[in-house]
Structures are given as C-alpha cells and as structure tokens.
C-alpha cells in the first residue's frame, strides 16, 4: 500500500522511538527522532491540529523560519495548525512532544494561544526549559527521555490556568469527532452560548476561531486519506469539500503546497510510525 511505502522512506531516514507506556497526562503523544545522515534534513512542516514541542537533542541546531520568515533555532513550539514552516538541520535529533489544545495553555503558558507561530520553548519556560533540556541530554535512553519530559509537563499542568472551560472542550470534541464536519451555530446552540460568545471564548483558549479549528480538523483527514493513496476527487467527497477545487485550495492554504505535494510530504509519511494515537483526540480528565 502507498502508506507503508512511506512508512519504509521514513524509516530509511529517521531512527523513531516510541513510549513503551501510556502517559499520565491526557491530551500528549511523544516520539522521538534522529536522523540517519548528518548531511542537511530539509522539512516542510504540514499544519497539524496540535500544539507541537520540538526539543532539540542534536549536536548541530535545527533552524525554524515560520511563514512570515521569522527564524528560531533550538527548542521550539509551534502554534496549533502552524503551516508555511520549514525545519532545517545537520545531524539532527529531537523529541516532538504534540499537545491536545485543551491542555496546551496549561502546560506552555499563554504563549500556547498565539495560533499560528514559532516560539523559542525558553521563552515560553525560562529556566525550566534549560533544566529539562539538560536532563533530557544527560538521558541515556529514549524511555528515560521520556520520563523526563512527562514529568515535566505533568509539573507544569499541575501549576499552569485550566483555561479551558468545559463548554469549549465540549465543541473542540464534536469537531474532532466529525472531522470538522459540523456547524459552529448548531453548536452554540448545544452549549446554550450565543456564536459571538463561543467565537470569542474559544479563540482565546484554543488558538484559533471555531470557523478555522474546523476547517484544520478536515484539512488533517483529507491530507491522510491523500497520503495512503486515495485521489483528490474521493478525498474531496468523502472529506466534505464542496469539490475537488475546494479541497485544493483549502490544501493550498493550509500548507502552500498542492494536494499532490501534500500526499508525498516527509512529515506525514512518518505519522503512521511515530504516532500511536492523535493528541487532539485526547480529552480533559473530569
């Protein structure tokens, strides 16, 4: 099948490493990655519905340059559904950390909420990214890594705001359970919120408005289905785009690219190998 044929490319480019355990925070998936060259790793980034921590473990920087050509080196965050991004790097290794975005803010700070950025992981946890960086490096093993950095943010979880308010989990969850396929007033109307009101609430715990959250979700299926092979045509019908035209330019604006690039990225050709389970379909504990 085409996804297994991506999976074999990734797996000739990347050692990946997985928790041997589940977490005990809702909400996180964690993988680790080290390139098998230390010649350039050039990336383009698919937007994803999560909030991504990449720590970096390598001996060369990776090199982050956002949409707007702002660069980061080091340890980053990138916003939920962050697109038009590129990580570049020699010998390069990381832990990728990937936060539902009901539990970001609490684990990051307010900086989770910028949407659509790069950030330093310093300036989002001073010292505290320093101190966990070198506990992650001192790690001999990739368990041990792991270890570290559930501990850290199961600390910071504990002591950051739950800016979440359970109405605006509750619509996140019926996004995420019909792929962006439903209408942000119907939902309102669930919540007994008026559309102003939600717009506005989850705009400021989530990232993004409810109108682009959904739209993100729909766009994450459709880049999958594209990626094992499926056309553009069916992806389009079965991901509920008006036609093969919408699809495309919901592709083109969420990742700069064609539905046919999309299909062959690096960055979701390792999906299926790192990534056990989606973040974003994580909940709250009550």
Not at 43 to 53: H, N
Not at 84 to 90: I, L
Not at 158 to 176: C, I, K, L, N, S
Request: charged share 20%; hydrophobic share 45%; glycine share 10%.
């Amino acid at each position: 099948m085409r996804s297994a044929e991506l999976a074999q490319d990734a797996a000739s480019v990347w050692d990946i490493a997985t928790p041997s355990r589940h977490g005990r925070l809702p909400g996180v998936s964690m993988a680790g990655f080290r390139a098998r060259t230390t010649g350039l790793v050039d990336l383009g980034v698919v937007p994803y519905p999560a909030v991504t921590v990449a720590v970096d473990l390598g001996d060369g920087p990776i090199v982050v340059n956002d949409f707007s050509g702002r660069q980061q080196s080091g340890s980053v965050v990138l916003g939920f559904g962050s697109g038009g991004v590129r990580a570049r790097g020699r010998d390069v290794a990381c832990l990728q950390i990937r936060l539902s975005p009901l539990v970001a803010q609490a684990v990051l700070g307010a900086g989770a909420e910028s949407g659509a950025t790069v950030v330093s992981l310093d300036d989002l946890w001073g010292r505290d990214a320093a101190r966990t960086q070198e506990q992650l490096r001192a790690a001999e093993t990739w368990d041990d890594r792991f270890a570290v950095a559930q501990a850290a943010l199961v600390r910071r979880h504990a002591t950051g705001r739950r800016a979440v308010e359970p109405e605006v989990a509750f619509v996140w969850g019926q996004m995420v359970t019909h792929r962006g396929g439903v209408r942000v007033e119907r939902l309102a109307a669930e919540v007994g919120w008026s559309r102003k009101r939600l717009w506005s609430r989850f705009r400021a715990q989530i990232g993004l408005n409810p109108k682009r959250a959904a739209q993100l979700l729909r766009f994450d299926h459709a880049a999958h289905r594209l990626a094992v092979g499926h056309s553009a045509a069916r992806v389009a019908a079965e991901a509920g785009y008006v036609d093969q035209s919408h699809l495309h330019r919901d592709v083109m604006a969420f990742a700069g690219v064609t539905p046919t690039a999309v299909a062959v990225a690096p960055w979701l050709a390792v999906d299926d190998v790192a990534w056990a389970a989606p973040a974003y379909l994580s909940r709250l504990d009550p």
